[in-house]
């Protein structure tokens, strides 16, 4: 039996954790032509959902202004389910789908493409443009629903979606082939650990900025060499690690007053990939510093259909592997995100719905 109601956490406005309510009294959304209803077993949590939160993604003339993820154009509405990381299990189908499908564990692809196309120019996602994951119950379209052949637990497979799928995004713009040397600032969090593993999936060697009291555990993950923020030069701590060895791809994801090192660290000719600023989103740049170095600099978000069903099979491959660093009930979702803006995990943390807590959540508690 499917309920009329649900617990599910609302986003209600802008501004600080007190923005974020959690409610019994949530009607459960119907599937609409071409949709799914899924009963969420475990949702993973990402960086994107706290700057819309805080409103903190700017404008293009004043970075410090108010706005969410697509400035100027945004298809927020207030109240707003979010989470990205959806799994979950089939429950009902709408109108031109297979009955057949009820039943089945997917994984959702969250991005709104809103093309044919593989322009991300207009893209969106689910937990901003329409309802997420950190609910009971969440409606999603019907292609979108992947069933992932892998044996692993619900919790563990809502660690890769978004993370994965922003690194593998991220290589694909820079372009990254085997043999390359990648270096990864934020190698601890959710799509630094990620790209380590894709880096590693097609072949390239990756090396790994982190913070102090992880690099054991980021080296544990695959990078080559590991380097400690703040603990030095961080040219030639680089220099360092590789041995000499130029970087030809900067995968960065800090910003910050590492932006202007991480272009020096690139050979000429190299590539810089962004997909996120926790260290600062204002950078000061010296541009003699690209074009006499011939370097390309690339902004990314998201990913496309194809890099999404690349993910997939490096999953269901074994290729890349879940790093589950604890779960959380959704009636603790304060705590969840308190201890996720913490950053003293490595990996990704995960939101389970009370009703699924004892099958799914409590093996990997926090």
Known sequence: MIPATMQAVLLTGHGGPARLELRDDVPVPEPAPHEV???????????????????????????TAVST?????????????????????????????????????????????NRDDDSLADIDYLGHGRDGGYAEYQVVPADHAHVVHRDIDDAELATFCCAYLTGEHMLDRARVVPGERVLITGASG????????????????????????????????????????????????????????????????????????????????????TSGA??????????????????????????????????????????????????????RFHDAQRAFMAKGFVGNLVVVPDARWEEVGAPHAA
């Open 37 to 63: 209803l899924l009963e969420i077993s475990a949702c993973g949590m990402n960086n994107t959902d706290v700057w819309v939160r805080e409103g903190a993604y700017g404008l293009e003339d004043d970075p």
């Open 69 to 113: 993820w697509r400035r100027g154009r945004s298809t927020l509405e207030f109240p707003r389910i979010q989470g990205t990381d959806s799994v979950g299990r089939v429950v009902a189908v709408g109108a031109g789908v297979d009955e057949a499908r009820v039943g089945e564990r997917v994984m959702v692809d969250f991005s709104i493409y």
């Open 190 to 273: 959710g799509v630094g650990s990620g790209l380590i593993q894709l880096c590693r999936a097609r072949g390239a060697v990756p090396y790994a900025v982190t913070s102090a009291g992880k690099a054991e555990a980021v080296r544990a993950v695959g990078a080559e060499g590991v380097v400690v923020r703040g603990e030095g030069d961080l040219v030639a701590q680089v220099a360092e690690a590789t041995g000499g060895a130029g970087i030809d791809v900067v995968a960065d994801l800090v910003a910050g007053d590492l932006f202007n090192d991480l272009l020096r660290i690139l050979r000429p000719e190299g590539r810089y990939t």
């Open 278 to 331: 926790i260290g600062g989103p204002v950078v000061q740049l010296d541009l003699r510093t690209v074009y006499l170095k011939h370097l390309e600099l690339h902004g990314s978000s998201q990913g496309t259909r194809a890099a999404f069903r690349r993910v997939v099979g490096y999953i269901e491959s074994g290729a890349v592997r879940p790093l589950l660093a604890g779960t959380y009930r959704l009636s």
